[in-house]
Structure formats: C-alpha cells, structure tokens
C-alpha cells in the first residue's frame, strides 16, 4: 500500500491554510512558504516561457507533486517515492476544497482552514485511493 | 419548448400557462448564493438567534410564495383542512420541489400533542455548510424551518418550526429534524373537526 507522508495546501501569498501530516506546526509554516519561493523561482528560471512551475520533486526518499490552481492556490503532497495517480489525488483534494471550503460562508478566504466536512471528505478520498496517510 | 408548429401567441401575459419551469438549478450556484446569503446576514447581526431569525423571515417568505404555486400547479386550487393533510403536503409535495426528494420521514411528537417533526439525514442547504465550533447550536437549516413556517401559516396553520441537530450513535454527521409546534387554535379547530 502507497503511503502518502504528507499534505499542504498554501494560499496566493503563501502562508499554510491546510497540512496534514505529522511534522510540528512552526516547521510545516517554514516549509510551505520555503516551497512557495522556490515555485516561484522555478518560473524565473525556466528556459522556456510561460513556464507554471515546478510540478514534480523527485528524491532519493520521497517524491513531492504539486499543483497549482489558476488562482494561485497550491496543493502539494509529499509521498513515497513512485507513486501513482497523485496528479489525479490532488485534482480531487481541489474538487473538495471547492465544494466543502470555498461553498461554506464561516471560510474567510485566504485563512486556515477549519471546516469539518473537508476533513472528512479527505479522509474518505485518501481511503478509497488505498492510499496511507501516514506521518513521517 | 423545442416544437416544430408556431408558438402561440398570447395577447395578454396573464392567458398564458403556468409552465412547469426547468426542473434542476445548478447545486453549486444556490450553495454560493445560500453561502452569500449567510454572509450578508452576519454582517448586519450581533448575535446567532439574530442570525437564524433573519434567515428564517428569508425563508418565510419563500415559503408563502411556494404555497400559492403550487397550490395552484399541483393541486388543482384545492386547500388542505386538515392537520395531516398540510403535513404530508410538506413533507412529500413541497419537498420534492425544492429540494428533488421528499423528506426522509414524518413523525408525531411522543411528549406533547402539538409537536411534529420531519427529519432528514442531511438538509441540502447545509451539504456544504461546516459549522464552527464556537457557533453553538446555530444551524443554517433556519432557513428550511422559514420556509416550512411560511407554508403551515399562509395555509391557515400558525406554528412555530424551528430546526436543530440531533446526534445519532454510530454516525459522525448529527441528523437534522425540523420541529413543528402547533398554536393552540389549530389544535382546537382539529379536535372540532374530529
């Protein structure tokens, strides 16, 4: 059974609204904003134009996906390396957000999210991948 | 209407049928606009009764409006009399307009002879509703009990409906039940009629 470390989810400017994983709160803040700098860069750097970013991170002991809505929002997943369909995992973790995040009106946007439904939700998409989500 | 003869004219608006109108709206377009509607309604408040008065008077008015159509519709401009009559009405015809299914069921209250409850597993206002854990007891499903409030009193059957969560073991998400408590002249003109 694949194992899914960890998941974030960081707003356009990018402070953690979201994490999931068993890594301590200051140290998940560190590493999303670290990652939301080194995503923008990766757009500065790349040789191409109109290039959106890194998608894939691929290391010795884990492999990292992100994607990026078209408004900024990036969900990214650190998991062991070669794992499949988690393009498709973060497609439904969007879905959810947009459903069960931005459809509750006691979200203010662009705050941490709070919102049991989605908890929920997740939990159960995760499962039924026959996914782990497990804490490093 | 996709038809191939001419559509009929009509000289005056009010001739013309009362269509039975598209069956479906958009889920996520009513839950953004229920979503803003809340948002709107908390601005003006200073506190959560003020917050589900104001949606239930929002969906008072709902509800007396659906009573008028589908009376007419549905019904063929008959009125119901009767306690039981109004209440299935609710619980079967007036729900499977607005929401696509009738209510998941109808119950008499075992503690007092003027309460009844219709309850439901999830209402679809709240599909996508979380509520905070510092809002207490305030459930966005006011706004169903306005419209359930709207149809009993228009239709000559004052009440006062309100909604709330109960839990049920076994099941993370508490069922909703909408509680309808009959004035007492209604409970009269019942025992009148026999």
């Known amino acids: ?136 | 209407m996709i038809g191939t003869g001419k559509i009929k004219q009509y000289a005056n608006v009010l001739d013309k049928p009362l269509g039975k109108g598209k069956q479906e709206v958009s889920l996520s377009a009513f839950a953004f606009l229920f979503s803003e509607l809340v948002q709107y309604n908390q601005t003006q408040v200073d506190n959560i009764s003020e917050l589900e008065t104001r949606l239930e008077d929002a969906g008072y008015a709902v509800g007396a409006r659906v009573l008028e159509l589908l009376c007419h519709r549905d019904k063929g401009n008959r009125r119901e009399t009767r306690l039981l009559g109004i209440l299935s009405f609710v619980h079967s015809t007036v729900w499977k307009v607005l929401f696509g299914k009738v209510a998941d069921s109808l119950e008499k209250g075992t503690e007092h002879e003027d309460e009844y409850m219709i309850s439901e597993k999830e209402l679809l206002v709240n599909r996508f509703i979380s509520i905070p854990k510092d809002m207490g007891t305030f459930h966005c499903g006011a706004f169903v009990a306005g419209i359930v409030k709207g149809v009993l009193e228009n239709a000559g059957f004052p009440a006062v409906v309100t909604a709330h969560f109960v839990p049920v073991e076994g099941q993370q998400r508490p069922r909703t039940t909408i509680l309808i408590k009959f004035a007492e002249e209604v409970l009269r003109r019942e025992a009148r009629l026999g």
């Open chain 1, 1 to 136: 059974m694949a194992a899914i470390y960890s998941l974030y989810i960081i707003n356009k400017s990018g402070g953690l609204i979201f994490y999931k994983g068993r890594m301590d709160t200051n140290d998940s803040l560190r590493v999303a904003s670290l990652w939301h700098s080194m995503h923008a860069i990766s757009q500065q750097l790349s040789p191409t134009t109109g290039c959106s970013g890194i998608e894939l991170l691929e290391a010795d002991t884990f492999d990292l996906h992100c994607f990026q809505s078209l408004t900024g929002t990036k969900f990214f997943v650190v998991c062991e390396p070669g794992t499949q369909h988690m393009e498709a995992l973060l497609k439904v973790v969007y879905e959810l957000y947009t459903d069960y995040v931005l459809k509750n009106p006691f979200y203010e946007m662009e705050m941490p999210i709070r919102c049991e439904l989605f908890d929920i939700n997740l939990t159960q998409a995760v499962q039924k991948d026959r996914v782990a989500l497990l804490g490093r």
